[in-house]
C-alpha cells in the first residue's frame, strides 16, 4: 500500500518528468497515471509510474515513467486460453533516458542494470537490452522480462496488443498488482 | 506512379519535419518512410507520407505526415473473415500541427477541412473531428474515414491493431494503395 501523500507526490513527479521530456500531453491526462508500488511498500527502489494514454479491445499504449535507477520485476503476460489470445506483444520505444530492459538470452557479462539486492532472488534472467531514445525492442507474448531505469530515470512508451495487467505474472510472491492507497490519517 | 526525384524529395521533407516537430527518431529510421502517391499523379494534393516504426502480428505502430491541407481519401480496413479479425482497428494521436479527421456522423456545418473539388464525389462522409497536438481518437475497424492537414501540414500517430494495409478498401475507383517508382529518365 501507498500513503496518499506519497502516491500524489508520484504523480506530481512522473507529470512534471513526462511535460520536461518533450512528450506532447493534453492537461486532462494527468489523471491517467497510475502509481504500481506493487504492495512492496520501497516505491522509490521498486516501482514505476504509468500514464496510459488509451486502451481498446485490440490495442493499447501508454507511458513508463521511472525514477533514477527505479526498478520493475521480472513479469510476463500469459495467454488467455479461454479467448485464444496468446499474452499480450509489448513493444517498448524510449522517449528520455536510458532503459534497461532485461529478457531470456545469454548473461550480459557487464549489464549497466543492477537490481535491489533484496529482490534479485526472484530474478532468472540476465540478457540485458539498453534502450536510448528512439530504440525499439518486441516482447513477444509470455516472455519474461524485468526492467530498471538508467541514473538520471526513463520514459519509455510501451505499445500493445490488448492490455491485460491484471493477469500479469511475477516471480517475486510478495508483489501484488493492484495499488492501495491509505490516507495518511489512517495510523 | 511517381518519379524518383519526386519521391526523394517528398522522403527528405517529411524527415526534416519529422525531426522538427520534436518527435524522436533514430538516423536509420529514415529508411522507413513509405511515400503514398495513390496512383493519382497529384502528390502535393492527394497523398500521404507515412514513417512506419513497427509492425508485428498483433500491434502496429505508425506517424502520418503530411504537406499543408494535403488530402487522403475515404477508406476502411475491412474485417479479414479467414482470420476472424474484426479488421484494423487504429488509434489516431496529433503530435504536430492540426489534422482533420472525417468519420460518419452527423455533418459538420462550418468544416475547417476542404478536400480537392475533384475528389469529392467519392466521399460520403462529413463528420470532421479536429485533432490538435495530444488528442487522440479511435477509429473502430470497418469503418469509413478520411483526413486533410492543416494549412501547416501535420504529424499524426497512427497505432493500431496488426497492420492490413493491402486490405484497405477506397472510395475512389482511381486510387491504388500500391506506390509505383519510376525512374526519372523514363520518359
Not at 481498446?56 to 515513467?65: D, F, N, Q, R
Not at 530515470?153 to 495499488?179: C, M, N, Y
Request: charged share 25%; with cysteine.
Amino acid at each position: 500500500m501507498i500513503r496518499r501523500s506519497e502516491w500524489k507526490k508520484a504523480c506530481d513527479w512522473a507529470w512534471n518528468f513526462v511535460k520536461e521530456s518533450g512528450f506532447i500531453v493534453q492537461n486532462k491526462e494527468i489523471n491517467s497515471i497510475e502509481i504500481a508500488d506493487l504492495g512492496l511498500n520501497e516505491f522509490n527502489i521498486t516501482g514505476l509510474h504509468i500514464l496510459s494514454l488509451f486502451s481498446t479491445e485490440w490495442v493499447g499504449a501508454k507511458l513508463l515513467i521511472l525514477k533514477p535507477n527505479q526498478f520493475f520485476p521480472e513479469h510476463k503476460h500469459p495467454p488467455l486460453e479461454k479467448a485464444k489470445f496468446p499474452g499480450k506483444t509489448e513493444v517498448i520505444r524510449g522517449q528520455w533516458g536510458e532503459f534497461y530492459l532485461v529478457v531470456p538470452g545469454s548473461i550480459t557479462c557487464n549489464p549497466k542494470s543492477n537490481p535491489p539486492l533484496h529482490r534479485k532472488r526472484y530474478i532468472d534472467i540476465w540478457h540485458e537490452i539498453v534502450i536510448r531514445p528512439g530504440d525499439q525492442y518486441i516482447i513477444s507474448p509470455n516472455t519474461w522480462h524485468w526492467f530498471q531505469a538508467g541514473p538520471e530515470g526513463a520514459i519509455v512508451w510501451s505499445i500493445s496488443s490488448k492490455l491485460t495487467d491484471a493477469e500479469d505474472k511475477f516471480k517475486d510472491p510478495q508483489v501484488k498488482r493492484k495499488t492501495i492507497i491509505v490516507d495518511d490519517y489512517s495510523d
